[in-house]
């Protein structure tokens, strides 16, 4: 099981999706940034270094919003989706082919990681936060 930790963040009424790049298992499609957590590593340290990496943001991360334990033909991912705010920075793209900030609303308009189906689901029913 490959340890996977991702951060929803948050811009008013819009979360931050990113387009996985071509050349990479389930290139295309899209999903929440971030990425393995090393061994020795813990997971908010991991999703603080991914979104660096990915994106050259610093984020503060905070709670969980969902956990999701998924099957892929190659390797089965255990996927901690945690919430995080920017707290310096502008996206970029340094790993991914695209990124967007879309609505709950908007979810269908893209394909996203079968990992993530279940966390899409969750946040079709629920509000947006209030910052």
């Known amino acids: ?3 996977v930790v991702a951060a929803l963040i948050w811009n008013n009424d819009r979360f931050l999706i990113c ?3 071509a050349h990479k298992a ?3 499609l899209w999903e929440f940034v971030g990425g393995k957590v090393e061994p020795g590593e ?3 340290a991991a999703l603080i270094r991914e979104c660096q990496e990915e994106l ?3 984020v503060s991360v905070q709670d969980v919003f969902m956990d999701v334990i ?5 390797l089965t991912v ?3 989706l945690f919430n995080a705010k920017i707290e310096s920075g502008t996206p970029q793209l340094l790993e991914h082919n695209d990124l967007r900030w879309i609505t709950a609303q908007q979810i269908d308009l893209y394909d996203f990681c079968p990992a993530d189906e279940p966390i899409l689901l969750a946040l079709k029913s629920a509000p947006a ?3």
């Open 70 to 74: 998924h099957s892929y033909p190659d």
């Open 78 to 80: 255990h996927l901690t």
């Open 42 to 44: 813990a997971q908010k």
């Open 129 to 131: 936060p209030q910052d």
């Open 19 to 21: 387009q996985r790049p």
């Open 56 to 58: 050259a943001v610093a």
């Open 1 to 3: 099981m490959v340890e």
């Open 26 to 28: 389930r290139g295309l």
